[in-house]
C-alpha cells in the first residue's frame, strides 16, 4: 500500500450511510472527502446543513470543515487511500436490488483511480457477487486498474437510522470481507473504533458497559451475505413477535408479557420482539425481497422469508380491520394517523405504514389528518399523491377525530396528556398501533398482541 497508515477517504454517496461514515472518519481524524450527485444536496452540505434528521449528525459535522468537504467531482478519488461506496440499492419492481447507482460509482471513480495502491470499500447493502462485479468495472474503466493495488473490500454497514452515530461509534461488529491485504488495510482505519481510543464526540457519550467491537474477517461474499442475513434475521423476529401476537389476541394472551418472558432466553433475547405495525423503512423490506430474488435467480425457494413479508404487511391491513370493528363504515369518518416516519427520530419515510395506512383509509372514504414531530415537510414532498390534512401538532390532529392510529412511537405522542386529549375527540377510539400507551384511559383503546381489557372501555360519546 502506498502509506502504510491511511490518511485521506473519498466517501461516495452522501444519504444516511455515508453522511455517518464521513462525519465519523473525519471525528477520528482522516481528511474526508464526501461527492455526490445531488448538486443540491452538496450545496446543502456546503452551507453546513444537514439534509436528513439524524440526531447528533449536524453537531458531528459541525466545526470539521478543514477535515471534511463536500463535492459533486469525482477529483477527489485520485488522492484518497480508501473509496467508501455508499450509495443507494433500492428495490427493482421484482424486489431485485438496482445495482444502477452502484454501477454507475464505479464506473465514475474508475478513471480517478491513480497509480498507487487503493482500497475500495463497499458500504452499500449489495446482491452476493456485486464485490467481484465492481472490482471488473474498476477494471474495464480505469487506465491504471492493477489487481494487487486496487483491490474491492466488503465492509457492510449495521447501523440503525435515529441512533445512527451511536450505532457506528459504538458498534457490535465490524465485518470486513475481502483479500486479506486489503482487510488488514482497512483494519487499520478502522483502529481507533476498534481500539475505542478516539474522543468521543459530544453528544455521544460512550455507553458505560461498552468495550470494544467484534471483528470479522471473511470472504467478499460472506460479508455480504452477512448482511443480508442479519436484516432478515432481524425482520424475521419481529414478524414472528406479530404473529404469536394475532393469536395472544385471540386466545387472551398478552405479547408484550411473551415477548419478555421469551426474551430471558439468551438464545432467544428480547430486542426487536416488539409488536405493532411492523417493520418499515429503507431495508428490511428491500432486503428480504433482494434475498428471496436470490434465491429465485439459483431456482432456491426461500418460504420462511417470504413468510416474514406476508405477515408483516398484514399488520397493515390488521389496524384498518380494527377500526373498521368499532366503527363500522369509515365512510366520512375524521381518522387522525400520529406519525408518518416508519420510525422514530428520522424523517425518513420510505416504505413507512403509515403511507399505506393514509392510502387506504382514503380509498374507504375516510377524512384522514396526519401529523409527525419531524417528517411532514418531506411528506409534503415525497407523499404529494396522497389525500390528508397535515396538522400543526398532535393536540390539533385529535380534535373532533372519530378515531386516532398511533403509527410511530415518536416519545412526544408516549407524553401526550391522553386523558385530557381523548376529550377533545369526536369518538374517543385509539388505536395504539406500537403499543405506547401505559395507563388506564377514559377511552376504548386497542392495542396490538393484547387485549384491549387492560384498558378502560369507557363510553363512547356518539
Ligand atoms: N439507511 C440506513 O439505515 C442503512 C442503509 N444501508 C445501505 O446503504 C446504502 C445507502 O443507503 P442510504 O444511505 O439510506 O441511501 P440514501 O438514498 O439516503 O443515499 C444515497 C446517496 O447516494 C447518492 N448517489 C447515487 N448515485 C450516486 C453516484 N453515482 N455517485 C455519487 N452519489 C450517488 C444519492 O444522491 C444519495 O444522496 C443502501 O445500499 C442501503 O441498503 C445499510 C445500513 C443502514
Ligand atoms: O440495513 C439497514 O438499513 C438497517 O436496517 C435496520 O435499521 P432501521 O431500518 O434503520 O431501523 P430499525 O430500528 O431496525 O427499525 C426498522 C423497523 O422495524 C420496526 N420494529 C423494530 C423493532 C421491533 O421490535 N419491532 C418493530 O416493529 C420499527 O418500527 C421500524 O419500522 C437494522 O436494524 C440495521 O441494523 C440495518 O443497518
Not at 394472551?253 to 418499515?280: C, K, M, N, P, Y
Not at 420510525?343 to 392510502?359: E, Q, W
Request: glycine share 8%; aromatic share 6%.
Amino acid at each position: 500500500m502506498k502509506n502504510s497508515f491511511p490518511q485521506r477517504v473519498a466517501v461516495i454517496g452522501t444519504g444516511y450511510v455515508g453522511l455517518g461514515t464521513a462525519g465519523l472518519l473525519a471525528h477520528i481524524g482522516y481528511q474526508v472527502t464526501g461527492i455526490d450527485i445531488d448538486p443540491a444536496k452538496i450545496a446543502q452540505l456546503q452551507r453546513g446543513e444537514v439534509p436528513i434528521h439524524e440526531p447528533g449528525l449536524e453537531g458531528l459535522l459541525a466545526g470539521q470543515e478543514e477535515r471534511l468537504t463536500w463535492t459533486t467531482s469525482y477529483e477527489a478519488i485520485t488522492e484518497a487511500d480508501v473509496i467508501f461506496i455508499c450509495v443507494g440499492t433500492p428495490p427493482g419492481p421484482d424486489g431485485t436490488p438496482n445495482l444502477n447507482y452502484v454501477t454507475s460509482a464505479a464506473a465514475s471513480l474508475a478513471p480517478f483511480l491513480n497509480g498507487h495502491a487503493q482500497i475500495i470499500v463497499n458500504k452499500s447493502t449489495v446482491p452476493i457477487g456485486t464485490g467481484d462485479y465492481v472490482q471488473r468495472l474498476l477494471e474495464d474503466h480505469s487506465p491504471n486498474f492493477d489487481e494487487t493495488r486496487h483491490r474491492v473490500v466488503s465492509n457492510p454497514e449495521f447501523l440503525r437510522e435515529g441512533t445512527a452515530l451511536s450505532d457506528s461509534l459504538y458498534p457490535d461488529r465490524l465485518v470486513m470481507g475481502g483479500h486479506p491485504d486489503a482487510v488488514d488495510y482497512l483494519a487499520r482505519l478502522y483502529a481507533p473504533l476498534i481500539e475505542q481510543t478516539f474522543v468521543p464526540p459530544a453528544g455521544t457519550p460512550r455507553p458505560d458497559s461498552y468495550t470494544r467491537p467484534a471483528v470479522v474477517r471473511t470472504t467478499l461474499q460472506s460479508a455480504e451475505m452477512i448482511k443480508y442475513a442479519a436484516n432478515a434475521f432481524l425482520a424475521l423476529k419481529i414478524s414472528f413477535a406479530n404473529e404469536i401476537g394475532g393469536l395472544c389476541e385471540r386466545v387472551g394472551a398478552d405479547i408484550q408479557e411473551v415477548s419478555t418472558g421469551i426474551g430471558f432466553d439468551g438464545r432467544i433475547g428480547h430486542r426487536f420482539l416488539q409488536a405493532g405495525l411492523g417493520w418499515g423503512g429503507s431495508c428490511f423490506g428491500k432486503d428480504t425481497q433482494g434475498l428471496i430474488s436470490a434465491g429465485r435467480e439459483h431456482s432456491y425457494a426461500m418460504p420462511i422469508l417470504q413468510a416474514a413479508i406476508d405477515v408483516n404487511y398484514r399488520q397493515r391491513q390488521l389496524v384498518i380491520d380494527k377500526l373498521i370493528r368499532h366503527l363500522k363504515s369509515l365512510k366520512g369518518k375524521r381518522i387522525t394517523v400520529l406519525g408518518m416516519a416508519f420510525k422514530p427520530n428520522t424523517d425518513d419515510l420510505r416504505d413507512a405504514p403509515a403511507h399505506d395506512l393514509i392510502a387506504r383509509l382514503t380509498q374507504l372514504g375516510a377524512v384522514v389528518t396526519a401529523h409527525d414531530p419531524v417528517a411532514m415537510p418531506r411528506a409534503s414532498r415525497e407523499w404529494a399523491h396522497l389525500t390528508y390534512t397535515a396538522a400543526a401538532d398532535a393536540a390539533t390532529a385529535l380534535v373532533r377525530a372519530d378515531a386516532v392510529i398511533i403509527a410511530t412511537e415518536w416519545d412526544e405522542y408516549v407524553q401526550l396528556n391522553w386523558s385530557e386529549l381523548v376529550g377533545t375527540m369526536r369518538r374517543p377510539l385509539i388505536i395504539d398501533a406500537r403499543n405506547i400507551l401505559r395507563d388506564a384511559l377514559p377511552a376504548q383503546v386497542e392495542q396490538i398482541g393484547r387485549e384491549a381489557a387492560h384498558y378502560q372501555p369507557e363510553q363512547v360519546l356518539e
